[in-house]
Structures are given as C-alpha cells and as structure tokens.
C-alpha cells in the first residue's frame, strides 16, 4: 500500500461522500431501477488493466447510486431507522485501515478489551444491573445484528435446558435443528396494545408442557414498537426454567433518557438483553450489542466463544467514537427530537378523521392507516396496500407496513439523522395527494349502477374515492365496462341527496349518447 496514494485516494473519497450527503434529498429515496438493471451496465468480467479512480466514481454516480434506497435521506420512514454519523463513519474508516481479525483476545487485545469498556459505559447510560457488567458475572459483546444475538442466545438456552435435563449427546448441544413444530409465534391485539399478555405466554407454555415438550427460551419482539410486560414475563420465564431474552433492537436506545428508562424495569430479570446501535444511535452498521447476566470467562475473554462465526471486526472503535464525540446528553437530545418529530406527525394523523392512528405511539414509530368506507371494511386491506405503493413508488418518501389484527398498516418511522420538521410536514402531504385520486389505487367496487344513455345501458361500477367526503358531497370514481373491458373511468361527485352526475368524453353522462354493449358485464 502506498501511503501518499492512501492519502490523495482517501480525501477524494471524504469528499465525496460529503457531497453525496449534501446532494442527498434529490435523489428517490426508494431505488426506481427494475431487476437486473446493473448486469446491463456493467462489463460481463473484471478489467485487466488497473483503471483511474475518476472513472469508478462516474460510474459510482450514474450505475450505483441510482439502485440505492437511501437510508440516511431525511425523507426515509421505512422499517426501522438505521443511523450513520461522522463519528461512526470515522470509526468505521479506522476499522477498515487497522483491519485486524479479533476473535480472541491474543490476536489484538486492545480490540477485545476496547469492546468490554464501551459495552460496560453503554450498560452504565441503561442502568442495567450490575450483573450485565464484566465486573459482574456477565458482560457484553457486539454482534452483527439483532438476529444474530437471538441465534447466540437461542443456542445457549438450550445448551442450558439440556444440560439440566442430563441430556449431554454433543450432537444434541452443537446442532440447532430448530424446527416450525417447536417454534411459537403468539398473537397480541389491540387490548394490549399489541404487547404480549402474561395470560397468552402462560397457556402457550401449559400447552407445550402437556405435549411433553420443554420451553426453553422466550424472546419479545414487535412491529409496532410495543413493550411486553418486562417483569412479569421474567418471573414467568423463571418458575419454568426458561432463558429469558429481552429484544430491544429499535426501542432499547430511548432508555438512555431518564423519562424512557422505565420502559424496561424488570431487566434485572432477563438472562440476556439486546439493542442495536446501528438503529437509533447514530453508530454505522452493523454494531448489534448483546450482554448476558452469567457468562463462564476468566480473566480473558475471547469472543469467539459470544458468537456464530470465529472471525470478527474491530466494530467497538466506532461505537467508542460516538460516544466520545457526542457524548450522552448529545445523544439523548438526539432520541428525544426523533421522537418529538413523531408526535407531530401522530398529531398530522389525528386532525384528519379520513386516518387513523391504530396503535399507541410510545418512541419515534407511527403506526396509521387510511380509514376504509364504513359499508367496505372488507377492503380496507387492498386499499391502504394501494395507498403505500402509490406513495413509495413517488420517490419522495419510503414507508413500510406491519399487519395487525388482520388490518394492513402503514409505518412512518423517523429516525434519519438528518430529518428535520420541515421533512414531517412534507411528509404528510404525500399520502394526501397520492389518495387524492383512486386512480392509482385498485379497490374492488361495493356498489353496481345502471346508467341510462340515450340508445341503450351500460353497467357501471361505483367506487369510493377514498373517503374523500364532505357532510354533503361524496367523491366517487365510475367505470363503464363492456364485457369486462374497461371503457371509461371517470370521476363523480354524488350529493347526499340527488342523482349521479359526471362527465364522459367531456360531456354530461345523461347527454351522451352510447351504444348498448351486446353482454353487458353482469346484466
């Protein structure tokens, strides 16, 4: 490696991506390309020549960029956040130049033992018990993702039950045959505010213990950003034997604010707790933190032993750099403006009575949908799936969805480092305009009409616009088919009281004149 390359490389580098951050809002934050686009861009082998990094940002710019959703836009909502900073990025630079390999303690220590200190500093802005500490019995390691650490900890529960049971075949304990038949998935609704009762986890578990199974792990988690009772479900998990893990991913970086904090009392009673540092604390991905009540380290720790694969990155140094360069009060002002932005737009939501909020909004997660027509429940699900293609497929805001209670919901997630309020209220007006017309929205219709022409009839479909109604005035949308073949649509305004009148070809429905189709559609 040349030094003097590293250095006149590295700046063009920082450079641009400064500038794409800059130049980040013109861009679609969802990718419009279509499957496949890159292989038609791009040389069938590799270059055999070295070529000149101007042309490998050309082509950055206008073949990669535009397959790209853009997580860091400010116009991002989908899913959960996943944050980036000039600390985590900083840090990440250094991890990729220093490059080492930390899967145990001898092939780097600092990396090992860099990672217990922030771990023990992040466990320390919880208040997590004591326990969770490398000064404890536990302590904590960094994994890729939440998923990750649920598979560690799946692994060590049930190396735990078997154990006790005597069951000691090392097939049994190095193989994780987890099979559908012996997973649980358990349903929550609305009066719980989609939060797991203690009453649904204690049947499930009677269940499986009449079956003659042996529940041995249980893990929470959500959609919506609800919060299972904590405490009760430990000491559930307790008088049956079972590992206790509690899922924090998204949620767990609000409870270093004193007022969020208590969303996860009861702690003391989990064997293992998670969060991911890469969702909502501004520390590049993947930087997935697990720490554990007991662990079976010595004076060294080789975290080899915490995880799947053996081989590891440097991934502390940029969570250290966060914390150093923000420092705590920083990053709690950070999670309470997200989580103020979010309550502006609930408020959005509630001023308008053609919405909904269908659960409760406890951090930076909105959960909403588009309310259907009274007489049409039954689409409310095809109708507010419309509404979230036509406001993804705009390119001007991304949102993802959830079901709950069998309903289709919307999710507005904020958490983009760089959304401010004037993203909100932009925001908002995206789903209006793009309901403003079901043209792009693919309902089925609720009511029949017979309309009358001069020289014959022809059956129309009459549609709700979206509930878009005033006290006296409702708008529709008509469509005119002949044998199932769409010949018009049109839109309608029907009084409360009166009949139907429209335009057609730029007349009045009633003055135009049409022949009769030979089979009209269901006549």
């Known amino acids: 490696m040349d030094a003097e390359q590293l ?62 959703t853009h997580w860091q836009s400010p116009d991002y909502f989908a899913y959960f956040p996943s944050n980036s900073s000039t600390a985590g990025f900083l840090g990440e630079m250094l991890s990729a130049g220093l ?51 649920i598979l560690v900890v799946l692994l060590a529960a049930r190396d735990k039950i078997l154990r006790k049971v005597g069951k000691k075949s090392l097939e049994k304990l190095v193989i994780a045959g987890i099979f559908p038949e012996n997973l649980r998935v358990l349903k929550t609704d609305l009066t719980s505010n989609y939060a797991l009762s203690l009453e649904v986890v204690s049947e499930a578990i009677s269940s499986d213990l009449s ?91 080789d975290f080899k032993d915490w995880q799947i694969p053996l081989g590891r990155r440097f991934r502390s140094l940029k969570l250290w750099l966060v914390l150093r360069l923000y420092g705590v009060a920083n990053l709690q002002s950070y999670i309470r403006n997200h989580i103020r932005l979010a309550e502006q737009f609930e408020q959005l939501i509630t001023s308008d009575s053609r919405f909904e909020v269908v659960a409760p909004r406890t951090f930076s997660l909105v959960c909403f949908r588009l309310i259907p027509p009274p007489n049409d429940q039954d689409n409310g699900y095809k109708l507010n799936h419309g ?97 199932g073949t769409l010949l018009s649509r049109h839109g309608a305004s029907r009084p409360a009281l009166g009949r139907i009148t429209t335009t057609l070809m730029n007349k009045s429905v009633d003055r135009k004149t049409w022949d009769c189709p030979r089979n009209p559609k269901n006549y």
């Open 99 to 149: 490059n080492i390999v930390g899967f145990s303690w001898v092939t780097s220590p600092a990396a090992t033992e860099l990672e217990v200190i922030v771990l023990d500093w992040l466990a320390k802005m919880l208040k997590l018990p004591n326990q969770f500490l490398s000064t404890g019995k536990g302590g904590g390691v960094i994994q890729g993702t939440a998923s990750e650490a």
């Open 387 to 483: 509404l979230l293609d036509a406001v993804n497929s705009s390119g001007k805001i991304f949102l993802s969805h959830t079901v709950l209670s069998g309903n289709f919901i919307l999710r507005f997630a904020v958490g983009a480092p760089l959304t401010e309020d004037r993203h909100i209220k932009t925001a908002w007006q995206v789903p209006l305009s793009d309901f403003a017309s079901l043209d792009r929205i693919d309902i089925k219709p609720i009511h029949y009409i017979l309309l009358s022409f001069r020289r014959g009839l022809n059956l129309a479909k009459l549609i709700p616009n979206s509930k878009h109604s005033s006290a006296n005035e409702t708008t529709v949308n008509v469509e005119l088919e002949d044998s």
């Open 7 to 68: 250095r006149e490389y590295g700046h063009r580098m920082v450079d641009f991506i400064a500038d794409y951050y800059k130049s980040i809002e013109s861009f679609p934050v969802l990718s419009q390309v279509k499957p496949g686009y890159l292989t038609e861009l791009l040389p069938e082998s590799a270059p055999n020549d070295p070529e000149c990094l101007q042309d490998i940002f050309d082509d950055i710019l206008q073949k990669i960029i535009p397959g790209i």
């Open 211 to 301: 079956a003659g199974l042996i529940p041995f792990l249980y893990v929470g988690t959500t959609s919506s950003a609800a919060v299972d009772p904590i405490s009760e479900l430990g000491k559930l998990a307790k008088a049956f034997n079972m590992w206790f893990h509690i899922d924090a991913a998204y949620a767990g970086s609000a409870c270093i604010c004193p007022e969020y904090r208590h969303y996860i009392d009861g702690v003391e009673e989990a064997d293992s707790f998670g969060m991911n540092a890469h969702k909502w604390f501004l520390t590049n991905f993947d930087c997935s933190v697990l720490w554990v009540q007991a662990s079976q380290e010595n004076a060294v720790v």
